[in-house]
T-cell receptor, first 109, second 116 residues
Framework: GIQVEQSPPDLILQEGANSTLRCNFS?????LQWFHQNPWGQLINLFY???GTKQNGRLSATTVATERYSLLYISSSQTTDSGVYFC???????????FGKGTMLLVSP | NAGVMQNPRHLVRRRGQEARLRCSPM?????VYWYRQLPEEGLKFMVY????????ESGMPKERFSAEFPKEGPSILRIQQVVRGDSAAYFC??????????????FGEGSWLTVV
């Protein structure tokens, strides 16, 4: 099956700092999504981004499909950004998402 | 996330009992997926269903687990004779057009199963 690797596994930031999270995948995909799992366990859709760049407030994401990676940028981080960020991909020709192991982010005040 | 409804949110079962988790997909979605998240781990695919059909169950344990998505009503994930290792968060997701461009998959808020 497809491999999805996220880095770094853990990240600690001071409030206000910026960060970049990375997701590498091993095969061509027709879907890539970024999720935030908050401390209460809820999975929040951040981006649907199989290619290109999107921005939503302080968050933006870029996927370079030909090089099989995606980046999630968090600017001016806030304590509410804490949680686990997951990248998930849908391999071309398949219909299910494969998740990476996530990046655990802790933003301290 | 809005629209994928899961219940119960939390469920406690004794070893040997049965657990039933329910999922109603977003309006207009006929494709449902179940994922399991063990403590401190990522989400693992279990099963993909369309109305009245199991499309892919490659992630389902061979014994004690079953899933259905009837013509009417929610999708059900059933775990018989639960064991402590079944304690996990079970997430349901739905989509409209799997495999097509723009097909976002939406997740429910999860059902947390604790086996005591």
């Amino acid at each position: 099956g497809i491999q999805v690797e996220q880095s770094p596994p853990d990240l600690i930031l001071q409030e206000g700092a910026n960060s970049t999270l990375r997701c590498n995948f091993s095969d061509s995909v027709n879907n890539l999504q970024w999720f935030h799992q908050n401390p209460w366990g809820q999975l929040i859709n951040l981006f649907y981004i199989p290619s290109g760049t999107k921005q939503n407030g302080r968050l933006s994401a870029t996927t370079v499909a030909t090089e099989r990676y995606s980046l999630l940028y968090i600017s001016s981080s806030q304590t509410t950004d804490s949680g686990v960020y997951f990248c998930a991909v849908e391999r071309s020709g398949y219909s299910t998402l494969t998740f990476g192991k996530g990046t655990m982010l802790l933003v301290s005040p | 996330n809005a629209g994928v409804m899961q219940n119960p949110r939390h469920l406690v079962r004794r070893r040997g009992q049965e657990a039933r988790l329910r999922c109603s997909p977003m309006k207009g979605h006929s494709h449902v997926y179940w994922y399991r998240q063990l403590p401190e781990e990522g989400l693992k695919f279990m099963v993909y269903l369309q109305k009245e059909n199991i499309i892919d169950e490659s992630g389902m344990p061979k014994e004690r687990f079953s899933a259905e998505f009837p013509k009417e009503g929610p999708s059900i994930l059933r775990i018989q004779q639960v064991v402590r290792g079944d304690s996990a968060a079970y997430f349901c997701a739905s989509s409209a057009n799997p495999g097509s461009s723009g097909n976002t998959i939406y997740f429910g808020e999860g059902s947390w199963l604790t086996v005591v």
